[in-house]
């Protein structure tokens, strides 16, 4: 944890000091640009979805943001299972209550830390993105292994995990997973707060067209324990490495 604190206090820094270049233009200057959009898929320490992002020009190295990043969030700790007695039982994650969706849209500030030397170069710039999550709660559906008596046969029924039911809880009574698409139609959901820091490095043979690959901290905070996982500690401070690589237009 410490770690992580000096990380972004370290991203925080580099970016507010980074405008040492303002009255530096050269020919590869992306102030004859007005707007720019990126986006790219986006992988984290615990999921992976996709981001958007839109920037604004203000100075000859500064640039408004505007973010949105969509993607999934597991427990660090979640650990996949199957039931050995069944060929065809499907992995699932013993003891996971929700998977998270989170929605993530914020402003914040781009620096350009290190232009372009020549057309070939690459662009370094420091980032800090600070906005609200809506995060969606998709609970977790099993395929439930029940015995009737009567007809002397076992028969399987999806249903709802719940860590309080005794039959749920023991694994001999499950026989696996479900569909991924199982359990939208009793979608919850929390909002919170959504940060991130990070850097850009940006190349392509022309400005108006461009690559870039985006590495740092995203931190995700909410008003209580996002519940996740049965059994084992959730948290309401949520901490991600993450990287995207992204295609973008400027005009």
Request: glycine letters at 6%; a negative charge.
């Amino acid at each position: 944890m410490k770690l992580v604190i000096i990380l972004i206090l370290s991203l925080v820094l580099l970016v507010h000091h980074a405008p040492a270049q303002d009255n530096d233009i050269n020919e590869f200057t992306t102030l004859k640009y007005d707007n720019a959009l990126n986006f790219g898929p986006l992988l984290h320490t615990n999921g992976l979805g996709i981001n958007f992002m839109y920037l604004k020009s203000l100075t000859v190295n500064s640039n408004l943001v505007f973010s949105l990043d969509i993607h999934n969030m597991k427990h660090p700790k979640e650990t996949k299972v199957v039931n050995p007695i069944y060929d065809d039982a499907k992995r699932y994650v013993y003891g996971r209550i929700n998977t998270a969706f989170p929605i993530n849209a914020g402003i914040g500030s781009q620096f350009i830390i290190a232009d372009k030397e020549r057309l070939s170069g690459i662009r370094l710039s420091g980032n800090f993105v600070l906005g609200t999550t809506l995060t969606l709660l998709k609970p977790e559906f099993l395929e439930i292994i029940y015995y009737d008596e009567d007809i002397e046969r076992f028969f399987y029924i999806d249903e709802k995990y719940d860590p309080s039911n005794a039959h749920h809880v023991n694994q001999a009574n499950t026989k696996g997973g479900t569909s991924f698409f199982t359990g939208f139609n009793e979608l919850n959901a929390t909002i919170g707060l959504f940060g991130k820091a990070y850097l850009t490095f940006e190349w392509n043979e022309s400005d108006d067209l461009f690559q870039a690959l985006e590495t740092g901290i995203m931190v995700h905070a909410y008003p209580e324990s996002l519940p996740l996982m049965a059994f084992i500690d959730n948290k309401f401070v949520l901490i991600n490495l993450f990287a995207n690589i992204s295609i973008g237009r400027r005009w």
